[in-house]
């Protein structure tokens, strides 16, 4: 299988559904699906996730449908689920403590270290990991192999952290602080803006009581 070249950000982005999904039908012990059953339980049209699948190869065949085992581990590759990346938190506070205990090793996101500029912090262990320092950043990216870099810390600093991951060599940023970063073109960053999202769902909400 070999990846198609300019794909949407769009399709992009349904491809952990597809994932999540099929990985439900795989603990139901569902062996294949067609796409218009697919269809009904993500709710994307069948002509959908057809088109959305061939960005990126030939999957399921006419007449039978896909092999949820042998589409999900596609997806799996696809989505880069296949390897391990080194992550640190930066900034220990209520989101970064959330991301930490959650389980994203089950993809491949090991997270290796945890910082904060609070010295009450500093010390304390989660799930076996000891908050370090804020400013032994630098210092730890020039021992450790740091592929992703989560941002967790207020607006004011978040240009300061994300310049420190990039020059220590961090080329993925995971950033939660309500800012738009300034970075190279060559490094991948992922914005999670709480507040935009609450906005949005607000004014959904509103829309549907006018």
């Known amino acids: 299988m070999e990846k198609k070249k300019n794909i949407s950000m769009a399709v992009i982005k349904r491809l952990p559904k597809y994932h999540r999904y099929l990985g439900e039908l795989l603990r139901n012990d569902v ?20 088109q959305d699948l061939n960005c990126f190869g030939d999957f399921g065949q006419q007449g039978y449908g896909y092999n949820v085992r ?13 390897k391990d990346y080194n992550t640190i938190i930066i900034g220990a506070g209520n989101i970064g403590q959330a991301i930490a205990n959650y389980r994203f090793d089950r993809f491949g996101f090991n997270i290796i270290g945890i910082f904060d500029a609070n010295p009450k912090l500093v010390g304390i262990k989660i799930r076996d990991i000891e908050i370090q320092d804020i400013d032994r950043v630098p210092e730890y990216l020039k021992n450790n192999i740091v592929d992703i870099g989560v941002i967790c810390v207020p607006k004011n600093n978040a240009q300061k952290v994300c310049d420190k991951l990039v020059q220590g060599g ?15 073109e060559d490094i991948t960053i992922e ?9 949005t769902l607000i004014y959904l909400l509103n829309e549907k009581d006018q």
């Open 31 to 50: 062996d294949r699906i067609s796409s218009k059953e697919l269809s009904e339980k993500i709710g994307f049209t069948a002509s959908q996730i057809r």
């Open 191 to 199: 914005n999670v803006h709480l507040s935009e999202s609450v906005l």
């Open 70 to 82: 042998e589409l999900h581990a596609q997806i799996s590759s696809i989505l880069g689920l296949n």
């Open 170 to 184: 961090v080329k993925g940023i995971w950033n939660f602080a309500p800012i738009d970063l300034d970075a190279p």
